[in-house]
């Protein structure tokens, strides 16, 4: 049995960064996704290179920040991508989906120099209605994995309340015989942090439970391999 502990939102402040980082290098997670248009993505470059077990890919984003594209349907006048609830109520363009997407691969490869590990993406956008035929488009053309249509099952439910290690384990015990890409949110908290993202603190308790002896214990005990897209 394989599992890819991903550590979502690489880069969406320093805080973070840090965090996931340190779950790098003291904990179980070898793989995470970069949120390619915050002031952080050379930051988290550079942070990276000092963990070179972790593998990195692309959290692909219609929802936060800005825009990297001029579009019509996917950002406000300023550029802004619309909230998700908002974009629940738009159509949009598949083609400025597109055209997003990609333009946020290519800042990936320019800053890390490198194609990214896989695909996912913030708030599920990658499949969220028709999106993701234009996901698998890309995938295909940069030849990448995507979340939840790979070798994969992909498994939420590791979030609030259920972030501890008996719960963890329990997860991963309920999935038993599958190899597994696991979602989490570990990071440190700043006031950044703090004042953009509801899920702020509770990042702090992730990294706390991605790091505990515990967990790494009853993966060895139960000869469970961690792994990344790269090492697939």
């Known amino acids: 049995m394989k599992i890819i502990f991903n550590a979502d939102d690489f880069g969406y402040t320093k805080s973070v960064t840090d965090g996931i980082i340190h779950a790098c290098k003291n904990g179980v997670v070898k793989s995470t996704t970069a949120l390619v248009n915050t002031p952080y993505l050379e930051y988290s470059n550079q942070e990276a290179k000092t963990c070179p077990s972790l593998g990195v890919g692309v959290h692909l984003n219609l929802t936060i920040g800005k825009a990297l594209t001029n579009n019509l349907t996917l950002s406000d006048d300023q550029g802004n991508f619309f909230h998700p609830r908002e974009l629940l109520e738009k159509d949009i363009d598949l083609e400025e989906v597109y055209r997003e997407f990609k333009a946020q691969i290519e800042r990936f490869i320019a800053v890390f120099e490198k194609k990214p590990s896989h695909l996912d993406s913030h708030h599920g956008m990658h499949d969220f209605k028709e999106n993701l035929s234009v996901t698998m488009r890309l995938a295909q053309e940069y030849g990448l994995p995507v979340r939840r249509y790979g070798n994969y099952r992909f498994v939420g439910g590791f979030f609030d309340d259920s972030v501890t290690v008996d719960a963890l384990i329990e997860l991963i015990e309920s999935h038993a015989g599958s ?6 949110h570990p990071g440190a908290c700043d006031l950044e942090l703090f004042l953009s993202s509801s899920y702020s603190w509770q990042r702090v308790r992730e ?4 790091c505990d002896g515990r967990l790494q214990g009853y993966l060895d005990d139960m000869e469970i391999e961690v792994t990344n897209y790269l090492e697939d």
């Open 207 to 210: 990294m706390a439970v991605l």
């Open 179 to 184: 190899d597994l890409e696991i979602m989490t």
